[in-house]
């Protein structure tokens, strides 16, 4: 029979061994989201016995982190704009930096009184989720796409668990195709698109790559705002906004393709590192 406290060493001196940055944080995440604990009970309790059960899903978890697993996908669960997301391998996890683009997103759907937009890539559907619980005024069509199916099913489940799937029309295409196709004009299209390229992907943490490489890379890192330049003005009304996550590296080449009587860089989204991470692009007429 082990006892938490003797578990709680035995992890954290796996961790340090190999090396983990935060040893004693990823050992505490791990033993209590497994038992679903609080931490405090660990160190005031260190004597409390574990039952075999409990032993051998902390292990399991355990031997999952150690490989680099990503704890959001260990216990399905992601934080983003405050609110709690399921998440699994299907999704990217989202990132602290996107939730500057939902920021971006609610001010100018509330200045300009935007009532249509679509979320391109929803992912786990965070973007459009965090902005539907937190826009005060009313919109009219709203949008949520991605190019796969298990893909759209943690959209829609997130969707569901916030009861907001009425609000959000769930679109399976590629890009913009189903707006094309259905001559369907929007006033704001949102869009954190994969931008890794594929020279960056070779150089990545351990954990990224177990996230969909369909969420992440592209050749060059350029293809959807290339795509988003030719296509945008199809599907976004005169004077509507895109408001598109980026590489920051590739920040220049990206400025170019929206420099021309179509479209202008209305605004530079900076993140926490004061890296260029977004863009928004307004429509000309
Ligand atoms: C970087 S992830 C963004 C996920 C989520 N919106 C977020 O910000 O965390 C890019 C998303 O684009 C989707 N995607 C990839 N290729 C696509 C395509 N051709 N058309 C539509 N969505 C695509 C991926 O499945 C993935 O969900």
Redesign the pocket.
Known sequence: MYRIGEVYQKIYNEFLKNNFDSARIETEVIITKTLGIDKSVIYSFPEKKLSVKQIEKILKNFSLRIAHFPMEYIFCEKEFFGLKFYVDHN??I??PE?ELLVEEALSLIERNGITSFA??????G??VISILKNIKTKLKEVFA????EN?LKVAIKNAKNYGLLEKIKFIL???LKYFIDNKIKLELII?????VTLKEYKNLQKEIYYE?S???VTLDGLKFYRYFSANGKKVVKEGGYLIL?INPNLFTKICDLFTNESYRIYKIIYDYQKLPRGIVIEVLK
């Open positions: 999704v990217l989202p990132r996107t979320d391109i890539g929803t992912g786990s965070n973007i796409t991605d190019l796969y893909v295409t590629d890009k869009s954190n698109p994969p931008y969909p369909y969420a992440l996550e």
